[in-house]
Protein backbone atom coordinates (compact mmCIF):
# COMPACT_ATOMS: atom_id res chain seq x y z
CA UNK A 1 0.00 0.00 0.00
CA UNK A 2 1.18 3.20 -0.81
CA UNK A 3 2.80 4.96 2.30
CA UNK A 4 1.18 8.31 1.52
CA UNK A 5 -2.33 6.62 1.70
CA UNK A 6 -1.37 5.41 5.30
CA UNK A 7 0.01 8.15 6.35
CA UNK A 8 -3.40 10.36 5.56
CA UNK A 9 -5.78 6.54 6.98
CA UNK A 10 -3.23 7.48 10.09
CA UNK A 11 -3.91 10.99 10.25
CA UNK A 12 -7.66 11.14 9.75
CA UNK A 13 -8.05 8.34 12.73
CA UNK A 14 -6.00 10.18 15.17
CA UNK A 15 -8.24 13.08 14.19
CA UNK A 16 -11.39 11.40 14.45
CA UNK A 17 -10.06 9.96 18.03
CA UNK A 18 -9.78 13.67 18.94
CA UNK A 19 -12.84 14.84 18.06
CA UNK A 20 -15.97 16.09 20.59
CA UNK A 21 -17.50 12.84 21.98
CA UNK A 22 -15.18 10.91 20.22
CA UNK A 23 -12.89 9.94 23.52
CA UNK A 24 -15.84 7.45 24.75
CA UNK A 25 -18.28 5.23 23.33
CA UNK A 26 -21.17 6.29 21.50
CA UNK A 27 -23.48 3.97 22.65
CA UNK A 28 -22.92 3.29 26.75
CA UNK A 29 -19.83 6.20 27.32
CA UNK A 30 -17.53 3.77 28.05
CA UNK A 31 -13.68 5.02 27.89
CA UNK A 32 -12.81 0.86 27.91
CA UNK A 33 -11.31 -0.18 24.36
CA UNK A 34 -12.93 2.71 22.11
CA UNK A 35 -11.18 1.83 18.83
CA UNK A 36 -13.98 0.27 16.76
CA UNK A 37 -15.58 2.09 14.34
CA UNK A 38 -19.29 1.72 12.70
CA UNK A 39 -18.28 2.97 9.33
CA UNK A 40 -22.46 2.74 8.30
CA UNK A 41 -22.55 5.16 11.07
CA UNK A 42 -19.11 6.85 11.71
CA UNK A 43 -19.08 6.57 15.44
CA UNK A 44 -16.93 5.12 17.62
CA UNK A 45 -17.65 2.39 20.27
CA UNK A 46 -16.31 0.31 22.73
CA UNK A 47 -15.37 -3.86 22.55
CA UNK A 48 -18.58 -4.46 24.56
CA UNK A 49 -20.64 -2.29 21.86
CA UNK A 50 -19.00 -3.06 18.96
CA UNK A 51 -19.97 -6.21 19.67
CA UNK A 52 -23.51 -5.68 19.86
CA UNK A 53 -23.42 -4.02 16.17
CA UNK A 54 -21.92 -7.17 14.82
CA UNK A 55 -24.98 -9.16 16.03
CA UNK A 56 -27.29 -6.55 13.86
CA UNK A 57 -25.36 -7.07 11.04
CA UNK A 58 -23.13 -5.10 8.61
CA UNK A 59 -26.50 -4.00 6.69
CA UNK A 60 -27.25 -2.07 9.75
CA UNK A 61 -23.88 -1.46 11.21
CA UNK A 62 -20.39 -2.61 10.14
CA UNK A 63 -17.71 -2.86 12.58
CA UNK A 64 -14.09 -1.99 12.09
CA UNK A 65 -11.22 -1.80 13.93
CA UNK A 66 -8.82 1.53 14.29
CA UNK A 67 -5.85 -0.33 15.51
CA UNK A 68 -6.65 -3.38 13.39
CA UNK A 69 -8.15 -3.02 10.45
CA UNK A 70 -7.24 -0.93 7.06
CA UNK A 71 -10.72 1.42 6.63
CA UNK A 72 -11.26 3.02 3.62
CA UNK A 73 -10.38 7.22 3.28
CA UNK A 74 -14.23 7.62 2.76
CA UNK A 75 -15.47 5.86 5.55
CA UNK A 76 -13.04 7.38 7.44
CA UNK A 77 -14.75 10.71 6.43
CA UNK A 78 -17.93 9.76 7.21
CA UNK A 79 -16.59 9.82 11.11
CA UNK A 80 -14.80 13.05 10.47
CA UNK A 81 -18.04 15.12 10.03
CA UNK A 82 -20.45 12.70 11.93
CA UNK A 83 -18.64 12.69 15.45
CA UNK A 84 -20.47 10.46 18.56
CA UNK A 85 -21.29 13.85 20.03
CA UNK A 86 -23.35 15.14 16.68
CA UNK A 87 -24.97 11.51 15.92
CA UNK A 88 -26.45 11.49 19.65
CA UNK A 89 -27.60 14.65 19.30
CA UNK A 90 -29.23 13.32 16.36
CA UNK A 91 -30.62 10.22 17.77
CA UNK A 92 -31.55 11.33 21.06
CA UNK A 93 -33.46 14.42 20.11
CA UNK A 94 -37.05 12.94 20.84
CA UNK A 95 -36.07 9.92 22.84
CA UNK A 96 -37.68 8.97 25.75
CA UNK A 97 -35.92 6.10 27.42
CA UNK A 98 -32.65 6.65 29.40
CA UNK A 99 -29.24 6.15 27.23
CA UNK A 100 -27.35 3.56 28.09
CA UNK A 101 -24.16 3.13 30.24
CA UNK A 102 -20.93 1.31 30.97
CA UNK A 103 -22.84 -0.42 33.21
CA UNK A 104 -26.15 -1.37 31.11
CA UNK A 105 -26.58 -5.10 30.16
CA UNK A 106 -26.71 -6.30 26.85
Known sequence: MNQCYMELQRSLVTFIRGLPGNDRCCDCGSQNDITWLSTNFGIIVCIECSGIHREMGVHI???????LDNIGTSQLLVARYMTNENF????????????LNPKSTM
Open 88 to 99: NKIMEAKATTAK
Open 61 to 67: SKIQSLT
